[in-house]
């Protein structure tokens, strides 16, 4: 059974910064060959995927609403994977989730991914 944990949400002003981490723990998690996907859902609105990594090669996408300001990593060491945010605007205001599944999925959709964090609040004004 896998669990995911995230952490690093908070309150910050338009422009700050926030670094969100998703760890993976359970005795049947392997940190190789796993899509790690962030998504985000504001009140009212569909759940987003944000961006998403491969812990296999580092492959990643992102959400072309985050592009040049958010960068997700992978830690495989410590069955981490991080999300680095900058420039926040407050439309970025959501529960963000991380999610995993096996494998790499180039467009991830939330419907790909069965493993679900229970969410962090990430709050922009």
């Known amino acids: 059974h896998v669990q995911l944990v995230e952490s690093g949400g908070g309150s910050v002003q338009a422009g700050g910064s926030l670094r969100l981490s998703c760890t993976a723990s359970g005795d049947t998690y392997s940190s190789s060959g796993n899509c790690m996907g962030w998504f985000r859902q504001a009140p009212g609105k569909e759940r987003e995927g944000v961006a998403a990594?491969?812990?296999?090669?580092?492959?990643?996408y992102y959400a072309d609403s985050v592009k040049g300001r958010f960068t997700v990593s992978r830690d495989n060491a410590n069955n981490t994977v991080n999300l680095m945010m900058n420039s926040l605007k407050p439309e970025d205001t959501a529960m963000y989730y991380c999610?995993?599944?096996?494998?790499?999925?180039?467009?991830?959709?939330?419907?790909?991914?069965?493993?679900w964090g229970l969410g962090t609040q990430v709050t922009v004004s």
């Open positions: 999610a995993a599944r096996t494998g790499w999925v180039p467009q991830p959709e939330a419907t790909d991914f069965h493993i």
């Open positions: 990594i491969y812990t296999g090669d580092g492959s990643a």
